[in-house]
């Protein structure tokens, strides 16, 4: 089992950058794929981005491509978020995940991932 907590969120301008940490802890020092989701005020949690263990393969939602960028530090057991060009719809919470070592592929759904962070604020005003 693995634990993540995530840091960075805050209040920011449309136009400005943030950077997510999803830091991830177990025992094995195994590493999962990791996906962020997010989910705005009144609406369902949506996906964001995903990377594979190796960080090799990626996949944005086409809300974000091009402007946000995942990225991991397997040797610091951490996965990044660079939110560049934010915009007022980009204010959610934002949710770290992983999925369980069973599988190796990148996933789009929220179901698939068995893990999760407690979730960091990111509000975008005007």
């Known amino acids: 089992q693995v634990q993540l907590v995530e840091s960075g969120g805050g209040l920011v301008q449309a136009g400005d950058s943030l950077r997510l940490s999803c830091a991830a802890s177990?025992?094995?020092?195994?590493?999962?794929?990791m996906g962020w989701f997010r989910q705005p005020p009144g609406k369902e949690r949506e996906f964001v981005t995903a990377?594979?263990?190796?960080?090799?393969?990626?996949h944005y939602a086409g809300s974000v491509k091009g402007r946000f960028t995942i990225s991991r530090d397997n040797a610091k057991n951490t996965v990044y978020l660079q939110m560049n060009t934010l915009k007022l719809g980009d204010t959610a919470v934002y949710y770290c995940?992983?999925?369980?070592?069973?599988?190796?592929?990148?996933?789009?759904?929220?179901?698939?991932?068995?893990?999760w962070g407690q979730g960091t604020q990111v509000t975008v005003s005007s």
């Open positions: 995940a992983a999925r369980t070592l069973v599988y190796s592929g990148i996933a789009y759904s929220a179901r698939n991932y068995a893990y």
């Open positions: 177990d025992r094995t020092g195994s590493t999962y794929v």
């Open positions: 990377i594979s263990r190796s960080g090799g393969n990626t």
